[in-house]
């Protein structure tokens, strides 16, 4: 009896140990499984390493993003995060000057070089939200993470067909910020609830609250469904008279994403700003991170911090692909997010030139954290 009950209180004291164990969703793997290493540029990804150090050096004190990082161990450090970095453009340069193949796409260089932690995405949360979702689709990806790949997802930047002035057919505007929080940092402007940008929801702006009563500054006009498109992927891109320009998202009305519902029926709003290229993270507009296709992710800043080099892993045709990206960009569709990485791809029209050109990338992925060794 006396050993049966010492067996039970042991059951019942490890279950409650185990409860109270934080989850841990990056563990270091001594044995990562690297495909072929491809689909991504050493020269590419050490353009947005760069730009990622120097926005961790220059705005330090940015606590929301530029951390080591709040789901790994001690040996996750941002000093480590900051050799990572310069070590892809070390390696890149030596490369260029010893005119060879980048090393960054070999196996054994990496495995020589990196410490790898593999993720194991956080599919408790991923349901929840599934079973909240009131679209389809979107529900059924969700619940269809495994334990061992993270949810992959694209995104690209928008192609516009768009025109200077309201058309009949282009009708919606991308708007600068509005008149009266023009001149106003960050700070103040949000500690204002009774700025116009405060007040209206993408749904109140669709209708025509500012054009009617002029509070912004159409920058450029588009179709309604381009305007969803471009508010979803925050950035859009545009030709203009054999000029390409680039629009970035700059400050919205404060409501949160929504991840149940769809891009029509969410009430957050952007308004943009003419930026010199497709941008990432930053706190404020002249601060944001000069991104590149293939080498760039978007995911959880807050939780995972800036800066983060990633391998992801996936079978294509007869053999398994590996590529390497940063996290260099964030969204409201990560908060809360730890089972989800998304590819920058290029600038597309719509989602069809888009498919047709990313049709042979998966929905999901093995995933690892990479830093430089100790």
């Not at 049966?4 to 185990?18: D, Q, R, Y």
């Not at 979107?138 to 928008?158: E, G, P």
């Not at 940008?197 to 993408?202: A, I, L, W």
Request: contains cysteine; positive net charge.
């Amino acid at each position: 009896m006396r050993l049966g009950l010492s067996c039970l209180l042991f059951i019942l004291v490890t279950f409650h140990c185990a409860a109270q164990t934080p989850l841990r969703f990056f563990n270091l793997d001594n044995t990562p499984e690297l495909g072929k290493m491809t689909d991504f540029k050493a020269s590419a990804l050490c353009d947005v390493a760069e730009a990622t150090q120097r926005y961790l050096t220059t705005f330090s004190a940015d606590k929301f993003a530029v951390h080591a990082g709040k789901v790994f161990d001690n040996s996750v450090t941002l000093v480590r995060v900051e050799k990572t970095l310069a070590f892809i453009c070390q390696t890149y340069r030596e490369d260029v000057r010893a005119k060879r193949d980048s090393r960054l796409h070999e196996e054994g260089f990496l495995t020589t070089n990196f410490d790898f932690y593999r993720w194991t995405p956080d599919v408790a949360t991923a349901r929840k939200i599934a079973l909240k979702s009131t679209h389809a689709r979107k529900t059924s990806m969700l619940n269809a993470i495994s334990r061992d790949k993270i949810f992959l997802t694209k995104y690209y930047t928008k192609l516009l067909t768009a025109s200077a002035v309201r058309t009949p057919v282009y009708t919606q505007a991308l708007y600068a910020l509005p008149y009266d929080e023009l001149g106003l940092t960050l700070t103040e402007a949000n500690n204002d609830l009774t700025l116009t940008r405060h007040q209206y929801t993408r749904q109140d702006i669709i209708a025509g609250t500012l054009a009617g009563k002029k509070l912004a500054k159409a920058l450029i006009w588009l179709t309604e469904e381009a305007l969803h498109d471009v508010l979803l992927q925050g950035t859009g891109v545009v030709d203009v008279n054999g000029m390409r320009r680039y629009f970035n998202v700059h400050r919205n009305n404060g409501i949160a994403y929504d991840y149940a519902i769809g891009k029509r029926e969410q009430a957050r709003y952007w308004y943009f700003a003419e930026v010199p290229s497709i941008m990432g993270y930053g706190k404020t507009l002249e601060s944001k991170i000069a991104l590149k296709a293939q080498v760039s992710f978007a995911g959880n800043v807050a939780e995972l911090g800036l800066g983060k080099l990633f391998m992801v892993s996936y079978p294509q045709a007869d053999k398994e692909i590996s590529r390497l990206g940063l996290l260099a960009d964030q969204g409201g569709a990560f908060d809360n997010n730890l089972f989800q990485l998304d590819l920058l791809t290029d600038s597309y029209y719509g989602w069809q030139d888009y498919h047709q050109a990313n049709k042979h990338l998966p929905d999901y992925a093995k995933a690892w954290l990479m830093l430089i060794k100790p």
